[in-house]
């Protein structure tokens, strides 16, 4: 077993099949496929300095060691983290199977129903707890969540607030304090200000467009809101409620006392603590707002034959479409986290839920008596799962003491100390704290013998409604049933496990098997994000080791983990530069030149960063125009803060003229951005730093072979130069940067979701840079080999001076629409018919499929690909010459469902055969889709966003 050389394993072609490939397409050797797609002023100069590749077996070693340096101490310690029990049968399932963390957003709808329907389950889990209209299909963190609403409000205020310039977003004082700063962080940009106080005394008034509380709030207290709320609304102020998910099982839900927005995170619905993530938030609205929400939802449609279909609905809200018009820059959701909530939802039920919140409530009630017993005051009058009791400075260093000695974390404040109980705190550990709080009270202990089911709250904080009552929380409560039933949504994707998925710009590389162990590691997942530092010695570790790591191959200087996705590194490297910038006594600098090519989160970042947008033109081969720049940097060079630049270009270019387009930026005073989402056509060959950035971000779940998991997790750190380094964000509880000029927290966590950072420091640790170049290499070549072989079928939109492409090519469609009114989109729905997910559509050009095959496919997948495109093309001629209809054709009613292909009539003028199995090699692995093509427009004329009833689906089927 050749363990010992994993770029063997990673790297699809095999060296012969390398060399073979480049024969064919032109190239001499790898040093030839370098000078003709990269510019050599780019190239590095001497190869980076890593340490040496581990073996497979040696990686394991490593970070199980690792992980035995994280301290195993139980942690009560609350502020929206919590002990879980994922059950078996979702990670062994789920967590664990690439069939579900190597699938892509699920923008292609037909071939993504049933991740659809895992994440319909999750906001139909949530809508019913928080008892709101809809939620959404997840954002980053509960802390994000919030801002989220204090963004939407905003926007949406009365035009009476307006005409007040009404700017203030009263947040509670007891918030949890990682969301006060995050809250900071959005508002100031956008000249939000941050009002703090009590809700019960706070004034609301015609400057005030929302607020802002929490329930429970961070003490753990569970307040009465109602008159408050009222208070609210007789002054058109919204209401945002940020709650603890499992706690709305008992509790009675926000939307019955008014809330206008719930926001918060599902991590109780079965996701381990995990050092801070990744976990899914939540936001849940009225219907009133289910325009304006941020993020993805996912809405029931039907398809061409009136099937019931699930698809992502209002997806013109997506923020590639609206760029600096965006209100959110939300790209990446938790969708992965997401799915394994709902299924946490479903396995359990009602039932299910209602009991291990209501067991989680009677042992905080015993221990509340059991503590006051030994004579201590609690301070909570009415509480879920958290006590709150009073100690003085001197007791309370002497009961962390004594706590430690135990292996017990709880949350140490002035004048008190809060105990945080969870679905799996047993009676013995109820005992631990009793024995702790006994010690220190000099009394003798009693042990719990009994555990009654008790409930401490009045009357008017008890739910009284029902919730998740719909059948598919009802019928899977055995693990087979359980487990045939993810199997069965399992069916109804494509990933990776099935074929390549050739997006342009998502970078689709499969991601190893033994770089996802350690998620299944306890020694990783039961860690509070707010545990001591010594206690986490194996995950800063981590997250040291690949920090260098990182910023030796960007070629900068320091690094933060703590942005969540992509679209949040960008707008927290712009932040970074504004702050610097205002450091310096440049704080008017508020010019963002962004190229028209560009994706479109780069200029919703900026806007949300509170800069100014200026559009650079791009020439005719798709480059920036470099006299443009010229002509806007000179003509802005007084205001001019940054240039966000993505290289190779969203064309699948390396521009040659990067260096001199860095130079001019910097020469009138701006900073360089470097949007890293194509890294993977750089690392080993050329850098960010090499190239003249000031700050880029990477996307680790692209480059650095995070999975995508159905549209997340997703980490997008930030390499800055030197200069940069102490603006980097700190944390409010956890601090990740001492420097006082740290800009305050872009996320929840410390560092973001630290869980999964273990699957690139994996990565990078087996490859090691000579793989890494390899991976690099691979990457170019079979883009460069794809795009030479379907040329003769579609033309290449976009090559270098040379005619190479970089990591990624642009299939030219658009002729075709006028021609014989075929599309692009026709195209991408005609692939999943041999098995394959599209390209990406229409962008970054309108009529065009974007592919991106990545190293670790092999000359036998590509060249099926390039196969497939073929006899497309001959479908497309045949249109063409009339021998096919114009309309009935095995393009225009692509995809083939498997109910119509085995259908006893056939209706099409084309047979069966060739719409099932338009390539002889499609029969060894034919992926079944069970719906015909979507109707995008009626799931967005009749928007449903829940679980389909019986009624909905008859309607649907009369239309």
Request: proline share 5%.
């Amino acid at each position: 077993m050749l363990n010992d050389i994993f770029k063997h394993r990673h790297i699809g072609p095999r060296p012969d099949q390398m060399k073979q490939m480049m024969e064919e397409i032109g190239f001499k050797s790898v040093e030839d496929l370098l000078y003709q797609t990269i510019p050599d002023s780019i190239r590095l100069k001497e190869q980076i300095k890593l340490s040496k590749p581990k073996s497979e077996y040696e990686v394991i070693e490593d970070i199980t060691k690792l992980g035995n340096k994280n301290k195993k101490f139980r942690s009560f310690i609350g502020l929206g983290y919590s002990g879980t029990m994922m059950p078996p049968v979702i990670q062994r399932n789920v967590l664990e199977n690439p069939a579900w963390y190597t699938s892509y957003t699920p923008y292609q709808a037909e071939i993504s129903q049933g991740r659809l329907e895992a994440l319909l389950n999750f906001q139909t889990a949530i809508a019913e707890l928080t008892g709101m209209d809809f939620a959404n299909a997840s954002l980053l963190d509960e802390s994000t969540a919030a801002a989220e609403a204090m963004r939407m409000f905003f926007d949406n205020r009365s035009a009476a607030k307006k005409k007040n310039g009404a700017n203030k977003f009263f947040v509670d004082n007891q918030v949890y304090p990682q969301t006060k700063a995050v809250l900071e962080t959005r508002a100031e940009p956008l000249g939000i200000q941050i009002v703090y106080g009590d809700f019960n005394n706070c004034k609301i008034d015609e400057t005030t467009y929302a607020v802002l509380i929490q329930y429970p709030n961070a003490n753990g207290e569970v307040n009465d809101y109602k008159e408050f709320v009222e208070k609210a609304h007789i002054n058109e102020c919204q209401v945002v409620v940020a709650a603890d998910i499992l706690s709305l099982a008992l509790l009675t839900p926000p939307s019955e006392w008014g809330a206008d927005a719930v926001v918060g995170s599902s991590q109780r619905l079965g996701l381990p603590m995990a050092f801070g993530g990744p976990h899914a938030g939540y936001f849940a609205t009225s219907e009133k707002y289910i325009r304006k929400m941020p993020g993805r939802i996912i809405g029931v449609s039907k398809d061409k034959y009136n099937h019931i279909a699930y698809r992502m609905t209002l997806q013109t809200r997506e923020q590639h479409i609206k760029r600096e018009k965006a209100t959110s820059n939300i790209c990446t959701a938790q969708a992965l986290l997401a799915s394994m909530s709902g299924f946490y939802a479903v396995y359990h039920g009602y039932d299910g839920i209602k009991k291990i919140a209501q067991s989680i409530h009677s042992k905080t009630v015993k221990l509340n008596e059991e503590i006051q017993k030994l004579g201590y005051k609690q301070l909570n009058n009415q509480f879920f799962d958290t006590l709150r009791i009073e100690l003085n400075e001197k007791n309370i260093e002497k009961l962390e003491e004594i706590a430690l000695k135990s292996r017990i974390n709880f949350r140490y404040c002035k004048g008190y100390v809060t105990i945080s109980l969870d679905e799996i705190t047993t009676k013995r550990e109820l005992n631990k704290i009793k024995i702790v709080f006994a010690e220190l009270s000099e009394k003798e202990f009693e042990k719990i013998m009994q555990i009654e089911t008790k409930c401490g709250l009045k009357d008017n904080f008890i739910r009284k409604s029902l919730f998740m009552q719909q059948n598919v929380f009802k019928m899977y409560k055995s693990e087979t049933e359980m487990m045939r039933y993810i199997k069965r949504l399992e069916r109804k994707d494509i990933s990776l496990a099935h074929s390549m998925i050739p997006l342009g710009s998502c970078t689709m590389k499969l991601n190893s098997a033994v770089s996802m162990l350690p998620l299944s590691n306890p020694k990783f997942g039961n860690i509070h994000p707010f545990a001591p530092k010594w206690q986490v010695k194996g995950y800063l570790k981590i997250i040291e080791s690949l920090k260098q790591d990182l910023v030796k191959i960007t070629g900068m200087d320091d690094l933060s983990f703590q942005p969540n996705s992509g679209a949040a590194g960008e707008h927290t490297g712009l932040l970074v530069i504004r702050a610097y910038q205002k450091k310096i006594g440049q704080g008017h600098r508020k010019i963002c030149l962004i190229p028209a090519s560009a994706h479109g989160t780069n200029p919703a970042s900026a806007i949300m960063a509170g800069f100014d947008v200026v559009v650079i033109k791009t020439d005719t081969n798709g480059n920036i125009d470099i006299e443009d720049l010229k002509l806007k940097a000179s003509e802005h060079k007084n205001d001019l803060a940054a240039v966000m630049i993505t290289y190779p270009s969203t064309h699948g270019v390396f521009e040659k003229d990067i260096i001199e387009m860095c130079k001019i930026v910097h020469e009138n005073g701006g900073q360089i951005y470097m949007d890293g989402a194509n890294m993977n056509a750089q690392i080993g060959i050329t850098n960010p730093g090499t190239i003249g950035a000031d700050v880029c971000h990477l996307n680790l779940h692209k480059t650095f072979a995070i999975p995508h998991g159905g549209g997340g997790p997703g980490v997008g750190p930030i390499a800055v130069k030197a200069h940069l380094a102490p603006f980097l964000p700190t944390h409010p509880v956890f601090s990740t940067n001492d420097d006082e000029n740290a800009i305050n927290p872009v996320a929840a966590a410390p560092y973001g979701s630290p869980m999964i950072l273990t699957i690139s420091y994996a990565y990078v640790k087996m490859l090691g840079i000579e793989g890494l170049f390899e991976s690099t290499v691979g990457a170019i070549l079979n883009a460069n080999y794809i795009a030479e072989k379907i040329k003769k079928y579609f033309p290449i939109l976009y090559t270098s001076q040379t005619g190479r492409v970089a990591h990624e090519c642009i299939l030219d469609l658009h002729d075709l629409k006028h021609e014989i009114d075929i599309s692009e989109l026709d195209v991408a729905k005609r692939l999943m018919d041999f098995g394959f997910h599209a390209p990406t559509v229409s962008f970054p050009v309108h009529g065009t499929l974007m592919v991106e095959p990545t190293e670790s496919e092999s000359k036998e997948e590509l060249d099926r690909f390039i196969d497939a495109m073929r006899i497309i093309y001959g479908e497309i001629e045949e249109i063409r010459n009339q021998k096919a209809d114009k309309q009935d054709n095995v393009i225009k009613n692509s995809p083939h469902p498997e109910y119509e292909i085995v259908a006893n009539e056939w209706k099409h003028s084309y047979p069966r055969e060739k719409a099932a199995y338009p390539a002889e090699w499609v029969r060894n692995n034919k992926f079944w889709i069970n719906v015909a093509r979507i109707d995008d427009a009626f799931g967005d004329r009749k928007t449903f966003c829940s679980i389909v009833t019986p009624e909905f689906e008859e309607q649907i089927k009369s239309l």
